[in-house]
């Protein structure tokens, strides 16, 4: 029984490679599949194959191109996560795209890479959705997010935290899970988890565990 279990949960992590770029697409490929955990099983140029496909199979991770032809990433990600509400999807992106950034993150996503980082940040990304079960924004575009370029203090962080993401927030400091949460609250898992994004997007933190480091200096938590 322990073997198989051992077995199963050794599995290497499915990913699926959605863009319509078919040399960096490749390139990303080969990349993903030198890693030991790692296997892509799934191809995609545009979303419309992407969304054929998921009727029948589900990966541990997509990663979804914001920009491409017939349906892009946007239209994409809001169909696939209709589909699937638990789906892991992360964004490819360039830095001119930053205004779709914070409608992704209302959708469901679990974190974007721009597509010139290093691919090391690509495998920090994959640990942290997969084995964390956190999220994962690019350093680069989240302090492009969190501070405002047209504020007249220069760096001044933007940290207008809603009342619901108040909420959200103690409770994550309490150490409750995504789904205890949900349940606490009487609204559903996703919302918390969009709540979760919406968060680290706002305060710049990276993780969960600098998200109650940030609660706790800044008056929002008392330990």
Not at 1 to 6: I, K, L, R, V
Not at 43 to 51: H, P, R, T
Not at 54 to 79: C, R, W, Y
Not at 93 to 118: N, P
């Amino acid at each position: 029984m322990t073997e198989t279990n051992d077995i199963i949960n050794n599995k290497p992590t499915s990913i699926w490679l959605v863009d319509d770029h078919q040399l960096f697409r490749a390139g990303f490929k080969t990349l993903l599949n030198r890693l030991p955990s790692v296997h892509v099983t799934f191809e995609a140029a545009d979303g419309a194959d992407f969304l054929t496909h998921l009727n029948t199979e589900k990966p541990d991770l997509v990663f979804l191109d914001i920009s491409m032809p017939n349906i892009d990433g946007i239209a994409a990600t809001q169909k696939a996560l209709s589909i699937d509400p638990d789906l892991k999807i992360v964004i490819l992106s360039m830095f001119g795209e930053r205004e779709y950034y914070t409608k992704l993150v209302d959708l469901g996503i679990r974190g974007f890479l721009l597509k010139s980082c290093d691919f090391k940040e690509v495998e920090m990304a994959i640990k942290a959705i997969i084995d964390d079960g956190e999220f994962y924004f690019s350093q680069e575009l989240l302090q492009q997010m969190v501070y405002n370029p047209s504020s007249s203090k220069v760096g001044q962080p933007i940290c207008d935290i809603s009342e619901r993401e108040k909420d959200v927030l103690t409770e994550i400091c309490n150490g409750l899970s995504s789904q205890e949460i949900s349940e606490k609250l009487f609204i559903s898992k996703r919302t918390v988890e969009k709540h979760r994004a919406s968060l680290i997007i706002k305060t710049g933190c990276a993780n969960t565990a600098a998200l109650v480091v940030f609660a706790v200096k800044n008056g929002f938590y008392s330990v």
